[in-house]
Structures are given as C-alpha cells and as structure tokens.
C-alpha cells in the first residue's frame, strides 16, 4: 500500500506560477505509475497528468499541455506538478494518484485506473 499527500496548493493571479508536490509513504513508490487529477466545483474529476513509474513516459491533457509539467523522485518518494502560465479554469481540487504497475510503460488516464489517492490541494486562480 502507499500514502499519498499532496501540498503546494493556494491562490494565485491568472498568469502566475504554482508548484504542487505528492508525497508518497512505503519503499515501492518506484513501482507505482502516477497521476495528477483535478476537480473543479460541480464537474467531475479529470486527468491533468501521468507519468510512469521510473519517468519513461508522461501524458497531459490538452488543456495543460505546454503549461504543465509531471516529474517525480523516486530517491525521495515524491511527483511534483509544476503549473505555469495559470488561468482562471484551472481553479480545481488537485488530487494525486497511484497504482502499483508491472511496466515501466503504463500510464492511467482514469479515476478507476489508480487505486490510491491523496486527500487533494485546492488551486485558486484569481483573474
């Protein structure tokens, strides 16, 4: 099993920087795949970003891609989401996510493909 906590999160002004960190419990978090999930008020969780487990291969959706960037430590037990260039759509609860993978070429793009998550950062864009 792994425990993930997520930090990072706050207000920001629409064009500004936040950098958003998952840490991660356990000796194995170097076989889990990961992903950030946002979820903004009355709207479902989506995916904003995936990375496999040792970083071969990263995934973001269309509406981050280019002002996102999914890395993670595996030394250090953790994935950060750095967020560049930030509008205001972009006002969600952030949530990461695991699943423990036998490739180092898996990703997830669904809720129902991880099966551990963080209890989530709130991300305010003011415009």
């Known amino acids: 099993q792994v425990q993930l906590v997520e930090s990072g999160g706050g207000l920001v002004q629409a064009g500004g920087s936040l950098r958003l960190s998952c840490a991660a419990s356990?000796?194995?978090?170097?076989?889990?795949?990961m992903g950030w999930f946002r979820q903004a008020a009355g709207k479902e969780r989506v995916i904003v970003a995936a990375i496999t487990r040792s970083s071969t291969n990263t995934f973001y959706a269309d509406s981050v891609k280019g002002r996102f960037t999914v890395s993670r430590d595996n030394n250090k037990n953790t994935m950060s989401l750095q967020m560049n260039s930030l509008k205001a759509e972009d006002t969600a609860v952030y949530y990461c996510?695991?699943?423990?993978?036998?490739?180092?070429?898996?990703?997830?793009?669904?809720?129902?493909?991880?099966?551990?998550w963080g209890q989530g950062t709130q991300v305010t864009v003011s415009s």
């Open positions: 356990g000796r194995t978090f170097s076989s889990y795949a």
């Open positions: 996510a695991a699943r423990f993978s036998d490739s180092t070429y898996w990703l997830g793009f669904r809720n129902t493909d991880y099966a551990y």
